[in-house]
């Protein structure tokens, strides 16, 4: 008899488990369970036949390319822009796990194809300084743990970008904060080895995507373009002229109103 | 019994010039091109129920936002950008009917129902001097008579906007060139004129755009987003924060790479 298992072990395993050995529907159940486990396990360990990739997740930009807006203080994290570059995603199923918005039943078209894949395989992150604190220049107390409460929806090493590093911050559920005063190439090196091969996303803001985008450091990108006209904030496109010769460029409309575009690296 | 002729006149000339009276398949054929005649005449014909409306067409940027590149000349049209923000456009039916592109078979999807929109039902152009004319300043001379040969794609009058008038320009085929010194609420009470109460379409570029936006005296536009990084040359969207306020937006792709935004304004 061929078995699905390739080892006595992880049969055993799987028999300990899931009661793998149990008959009818229950054993089916069951063994839906481990191969759902067993699938997730997979997407989240470093395949050896590639190298970790940098990737960008459901960075929203205006029409006029504004991935911000301007005045950004405790109390308007996104400037003028408010929760406008945002609106998309908050009803999608995966914003509304991460306990974004609770009121309406979450949404699962396109927008959840693309909202969910932001944490998939994801190893570390790295984030510019404004993505985790309101105000720019020395840190006036380290009480500030970012705005994402105990236990932050990344549950992986998140290295902050700063020319005022202080101690790592370690949070609930697997969050850790790096600070670190270095460029595109040197943050990169320290997020690979908290990576542990995974992946490393690249969460923003603008300039952080941009400086990785002008040193060629990011492999795939997901823009949403949102049509609403900004008109002042930070822009995301500045300085990357011909960027499009670096890589392939798909878009999809969605019924929400917003555009999502995918860039991967040309082969 | 019921008739679809209105006025005894309208089916005399139906019968007349349709042979409408004739029996079996060939009368369905000669309705139907009756019909076709009808459909296009009444496009093109002013509707009394309604005000000419002021329409964009086919304005092409790139994701950042440029109309056109930087460095226009008479070699280079659109400056650095090159025909790159145009090459969805020339494959379509309605481009090579204009003459722009003769190597290929005609395309007839999403971009050419678009861009067989242009024309219909249009009176007049408004443009800047910078699409008529490769440079600004005093004309040299009054030799130039545009980009388009003696017979323009236009056939209706076109309005140049341009601080140094001269006199109107005849072409073949209908179009006339009428040089105006004004801002866009007089061009516009000027196109209105000439348009004979058909609608008017501001033709371009970027900053001519800009201004009819800005002075809130656009209806209906089709802006092309193209998924390039252009990094210069004439922007389209500054300096209007929140007009997403004052038009319903709609976005579509399409198989050759570009996105399709309709803007028309809110009832």
């Given at each position: 008899m061929r078995t699905v298992f390739p080892t006595k072990e992880l049969r055993d395993e799987a028999v300990e488990k899931y009661h793998a050995t149990e008959g009818g529907k229950q054993t089916f159940g069951n063994l839906a369970t481990y191969v759902a486990d067993l699938a997730e396990e997979t997407s989240d360990t470093p395949s050896p036949d590639r190298a970790a990739r940098v990737r960008v997740h459901s960075?929203?930009?205006?029409?006029?390319?504004?991935?911000?807006?301007?005045?950004?203080?405790?109390?308007?994290?996104?400037?003028?822009?408010?929760?406008?570059?945002?609106?998309?995603?908050?009803?999608?199923?995966?914003?509304?796990?991460?306990?974004?918005?609770?009121?309406?039943?979450?949404?699962?078209?396109?927008?959840?194809?693309?909202?969910?894949?932001?944490?998939?395989?994801?190893?570390?992150?790295?984030?510019?300084?404004?993505?985790?604190?309101?105000?720019?220049?020395?840190?006036?107390?380290?009480?500030?743990?970012?705005?994402?409460?105990?236990?932050?929806?990344?549950?992986?090493?998140?290295?902050?970008?700063?020319?005022?590093?202080?101690?790592?911050?370690?949070?609930?559920?697997?969050?850790?904060?790096?600070?670190?005063?270095?460029?595109?190439?040197?943050?990169?090196?320290?997020?690979?080895?908290?990576?542990?091969?995974?992946?490393?996303?690249?969460g923003g803001g603008a300039s952080t995507i941009r400086q990785f985008l002008q040193a060629d450091l990011i492999d795939e990108m997901h823009i949403v373009v949102v049509p609403i006209v900004l008109g002042r904030g930070e822009r995301l496109w500045d300085g990357l002229e011909e960027l499009e010769q670096r890589f392939r460029i798909e878009s999809v409309t969605s019924p929400s109103g917003v555009i999502h575009m995918t860039f991967w690296r040309r082969g």
């Open positions: 960075f929203s930009v205006s029409i006029d390319g504004f991935g911000v807006g301007e005045g950004q203080r405790l109390e308007t994290p996104f400037g003028h822009a408010g929760t406008r570059l945002l609106e998309w995603a908050l009803p999608t199923r995966t914003f509304q796990e991460m306990g974004f918005h609770d009121e309406q039943e979450a949404s699962n078209g396109v927008d959840e194809a693309f909202a969910s894949r932001w944490n998939t395989g994801i190893g570390a992150e790295i984030m510019g300084r404004n993505k985790f604190a309101p105000k720019l220049g020395p840190w006036p107390n380290e009480e500030w743990r970012g705005w994402w409460g105990d236990n932050p929806p990344f549950h992986t090493p998140v290295i902050v970008l700063t020319h005022h590093p202080r101690p790592p911050l370690e949070m609930e559920g697997g969050t850790s904060f790096h600070f670190l005063d270095a460029g595109p190439a040197e943050a990169l090196e320290k997020a690979r080895e908290l990576a542990k091969g995974r992946d490393i996303r690249i």
